[in-house]
DNA sequence: TACATTGTACTATAAGACTAATACAATAGG
DNA sequence: CCTATTGTATTAGTCTTATAGTACAATGTA
C-alpha cells in the first residue's frame, strides 16, 4: 500500500506530567495544528486505534477527543471510515457566532481586569499570539 | 462620607445547577466586583462565617475561595481580622505579567482560530468585554 | 485576662473525571 | 458474503475535586 507517507503526519505527544487530561491535549493539539494550518479541510486524522498505539494510551482516551471534536463541529467521523477535518468549519449563525466569542472572551477579561492588565495590553497579547500562529498559513489571508 | 455599613454590601449568588463549583463562583464574583469597581483596593470582604451563612454553605468552602484568591495576590487575610482587596493589586515583575495574559491567552486564540474566529474578531469581542467593565469605574486608575 | 470574632486544619464522604478492558457495530473493498 | 478496518458502547477501577462537620488557633478589644 501507499498510505500517506509522503505526507507528514503530523506528530501527536503527550506530557503525562501536565495535569491535562490525555484527551484534552489531544483535542487542543488538533484545534492548534487546524489554526496553524497544519491541518486542513477534509484531511484525515490518524485512526482512533493507531493514534493510540502511536501515544500507548487506551483507543476510548481518543475516542473520547475525536467525539468532542465532531460535538463542537470541528470534525466529521464516520464508523468504518475514518474522522475527517469538518468541511464546512463550523456552521453557525452570526448569533451564534457572537454568543460562542462572548463565552471564550468574558472569562479571560474578568481574570485579566482583575489582575489589573489594561484593555492594550490584552489587545496586544491576542495581535501577538495570532501571529504565532498566522506564520504557517499560505493561502488563507483573510480569515474574516 | 459613607462609611462601610451603608456601602452596598455586595450580592454574591451561587448557582449550584451551574456545574461551576462554589468555591469558583466566589473567586469569580469578586474578581469581576473588582475588576468593575464594586471592590476596591483595602475594601473587607464578608467574613467566611458571615458569606456562609448568607450563601448556606460551608464555611470551609468561603475559605477556600478566599485561599485561591489570596494565593493568586488579590486578597489579603489576616487571621482574627478579616479579608481584604490586596492594596498593591498584584505584584507581578513585567515578565511575570507577560508570562501570566499569554497563559490566559492562549488557549482562547487557539479555540477561536479553529473556531474560525479572525483576529479583528477577537479584538472586537476583548474591547466589547471591557466597555462592559468599565461603565461602572470613575477615577479608577486609567486603563488605557 | 476573658471573650467574641476572625481565619485555619483535619477528616470524611459523595460525586465526578479520567482512563482502561473488553466486546460490539458499521463501513469499504475484495 | 467475508473480513479487515473503522468508530462505538458498556463497564469498571482509580484518582481527584468539591463540600461539609468539627475542632483548633490567632487577633482585637473591653
Redesign the interface.
Known amino acids: 500500500m501507499a498510505p500517506e507517507s509522503d505526507r507528514k503526519p503530523i506528530q501527536f505527544n503527550l506530557d503525562p506530567k501536565s495535569g491535562v487530561p490525555y484527551y484534552k491535549q489531544i483535542i487542543?493539539q488538533?484545534?492548534?495544528a487546524?489554526?496553524?494550518g497544519r491541518f486542513a479541510t477534509g484531511d484525515q486524522l490518524p485512526t482512533v486505534r493507531s493514534l493510540a498505539v502511536d501515544l500507548k494510551i487506551n483507543p476510548n482516551t481518543v475516542a473520547r477527543a475525536y467525539n468532542e471534536l465532531e460535538i463542537?463541529g470541528?470534525v466529521n467521523t464516520q464508523q468504518g471510515t475514518g474522522t475527517f477535518i469538518s468541511d464546512k468549519?463550523?456552521k453557525l449563525t452570526e448569533v451564534e457566532?457572537e454568543g460562542?466569542?462572548?463565552t471564550?472572551?468574558?472569562?479571560?477579561?474578568?481574570?485579566?481586569?482583575?489582575?489589573?492588565?489594561?484593555?492594550?495590553?490584552?489587545?496586544d497579547?491576542?495581535?501577538?499570539?495570532?501571529k504565532g500562529?498566522v506564520q504557517n498559513e499560505e493561502e488563507q489571508h483573510?480569515?474574516?
Open positions: 487542543l488538533v484545534e492548534f487546524i489554526a496553524d463542537r470541528i468549519q463550523i457566532r460562542m466569542l462572548d471564550l472572551v468574558r472569562p479571560l477579561i474578568s481574570k485579566a481586569a482583575s489582575y489589573g492588565f489594561a484593555m492594550a495590553e490584552v489587545l497579547a491576542v495581535r501577538d499570539a495570532y500562529i483573510d480569515i474574516l
